[in-house]
T-cell receptor, first 114, second 116 residues
Framework: EPEVTQTPSHQVTQMGQEVILRCVPI?????FYWYRQILGQKVEFLVS????????KSEIFDDQFSVERPDGSNFTLKIRSTKLEDSAMYFC????????????FGPGTRLLVL | AQSVTQPDIHITVSEGASLELRCNYS??????LFWYVQSPGQGLQLLLK??????LVQGIKGFEAEFKRSQSSFNLRKPSVHWSDAAEYFC??????????????FGKGTKLSVKP
């Protein structure tokens, strides 16, 4: 069964450093998402991406964040200058189509900013 | 604004007992509803989904959920819980409208513990 994969599984970085989180969505999916889950809190939407552009973004997704689909398989989330409060589990998800379709999540990347 | 409420933070049931996890949503139109499960250190696994039609939906691992529009609820049930069901369960509603790509709004989750 196809799965969404994410790398790395864990990343530790210093405040102010740039990090890139990588995801490989399910191959025939067209819609891609990033969510985050701060420890002990609910899963929060960050951004959705379709047809090589951002479709929606939340207020969390400020100028420090960017997403890219650099090739036909990868989907990345970049945080330019990490802050302590960026420490969270970041989930990538993908779906065949948009609204109303089930989103399939990857295992997550746990980011720790020191 | 759309929202999801899971009123129970933590539930403990005995193995073999029945289970019901509550979920209430607030959404202005016909909602798309989902239940996900998260085992410790793992990602989110889709248990089941409701889009339209039959209000009782079956999912994986023996779970089912019933959509009740009049109560704005989408409760998750399982007739007999197994120890491996211990995990955190998240209810989510598909948000957005028009050209929106439908980001999910999650509840805070219910942690299920199973005692022998």
């Amino acid at each position: 069964e196809p799965e969404v994969t994410q790398t790395p599984s864990h990343q530790v970085t210093q405040m102010g450093q740039e990090v890139i989180l990588r995801c490989v969505p399910i191959s025939n999916h067209l819609y891609f998402y990033w969510y985050r889950q701060i420890l002990g809190q609910k899963v929060e939407f960050l951004v959705s991406f379709y047809n090589n552009e951002i479709s929606e973004k939340s207020e969390i997704f400020d100028d420090q964040f960017s997403v890219e689909r650099p090739d036909g398989s990868n989907f990345t989330l970049k945080i330019r200058s990490t802050k302590l409060e960026d420490s969270a589990m970041y989930f990538c998800a993908s779906s065949v189509s948009g609204r109303g379709r089930a989103q399939y999540f990857g295992p997550g990347t746990r980011l720790l900013v020191l | 604004a759309q929202s999801v409420t899971q009123p129970d933070i933590h539930i403990t049931v005995s193995e073999g007992a029945s289970l019901e996890l509550r979920c209430n949503y607030s959404y202005g139109a016909t909602p798309y509803l989902f239940w996900y499960v998260q085992s410790p250190g793992q990602g989110l696994q889709l248990l089941l989904k409701y889009f339209s039609g039959d209000t009782l939906v079956q999912g994986i691992k023996g779970f089912e959920a019933e959509f009740k529009r009049s109560q704005s609820s989408f409760n998750l049930r399982k007739p007999s819980v197994h120890w491996s069901d211990a995990a955190e369960y998240f209810c989510a509603v598909g948000a957005g409208y028009g050209g929106s790509q439908g980001n999910l709004i999650f509840g805070k989750g219910t942690k299920l513990s199973v005692k022998p």
